[in-house]
């Protein structure tokens, strides 16, 4: 049960859209529609912000969106904001019946 | 409102177990729709499912822990716990407790615990 493959760092300026990408395999992203994603900000717990790849919890801005396309899954933060500045994990369900997280993802705002 | 809050010794020596308990307030851990969870994060690192419980006792182990982790729950008290044998100091992490939807297959977690670091070591 391999992590999931996120990019190390992703940086976009106040008011861009950015775009996190998480890759499996067929036997976790590609294989279900169970895909989440976490932020998480220093010394902090993490909060979900999108569960079965593209529903958000209330509460969750609409400048959060999640896809999936085939075994990869994204998440795009449109009209990026200061606080929007923290680490992001992806998490699919997996053919081993638990979960598995991305191996996370610093966003910073330039 | 929901709460859950992570208790237990901070400091473990390697081989010995770690025991760590999540208390639930504001919410019954007998509910129908959520399963019961423990996630870890070794300083620095990411997050790694370690598994979780239904209020039944059935239970899902990440396989690469499994033949190490034990988690019960104790519908009295709406606690749950974790036992992890033969610690290693790769174990170091801070371990929270969290609330997974059993209708998204465990993996979206709505609520934590504010998280309690342990370290293995002599």
């Known amino acids: 049960q391999s992590a999931l493959t996120q990019p190390a760092s992703v940086s976009g300026s106040p008011g861009q859209s950015i775009t996190i990408s998480c890759t499996g395999t067929?036997?976790?992203?590609?294989?279900?529609?169970?895909v989440s994603w976490y932020q998480q900000h220093p010394g902090k717990a993490p909060k979900l912000m999108i569960y079965?790849?593209?529903y958000r919890p209330s509460g969750v801005s609409n400048r959060f969106s999640g896809s999936k396309s085939g075994n990869t899954a994204s998440l795009t933060i449109s009209g990026l904001q200061a606080e929007d500045e923290a680490d992001y994990y992806c998490s699919s369900f997996s053919s081993s019946g638990t979960g598995v997280f991305g191996t996370g993802t610093k966003v910073t705002v330039l | 409102q929901l709460q859950l809050q992570e208790s237990g010794p901070g400091l473990v020596k390697p081989s010995e177990t770690l025991s760590l308990t999540c208390t639930v307030s504001g919410a019954s851990i007998s509910t129908t729709n959520y399963h019961w969870g423990w996630i870890r994060q070794p300083p620095g690192k990411g997050l790694a499912w370690i598994g979780s419980?239904?209020?039944?006792?059935?239970?899902y182990y990440n396989p690469s822990l499994k033949s190490r982790v034990t988690i019960s729950v104790d519908t009295s008290k709406n606690q749950f716990s974790l036992k992890l044998s033969s610690v290693t100091a790769a174990d170091t992490a801070v371990y929270y407790c969290?609330?997974?939807?059993?209708?998204?297959?465990?993996?979206?977690?709505?609520?934590w615990g504010r998280g309690t670091l342990v370290t293995v070591s002599s």
């Open positions: 419980i239904y209020y039944s006792g059935s239970t």
């Open positions: 067929s036997s976790d992203i590609g294989g279900y529609n169970y």
């Open positions: 969290a609330r997974l939807d059993r209708n998204t297959a465990m993996v979206s977690a709505d609520y």
């Open positions: 079965d790849v593209s």
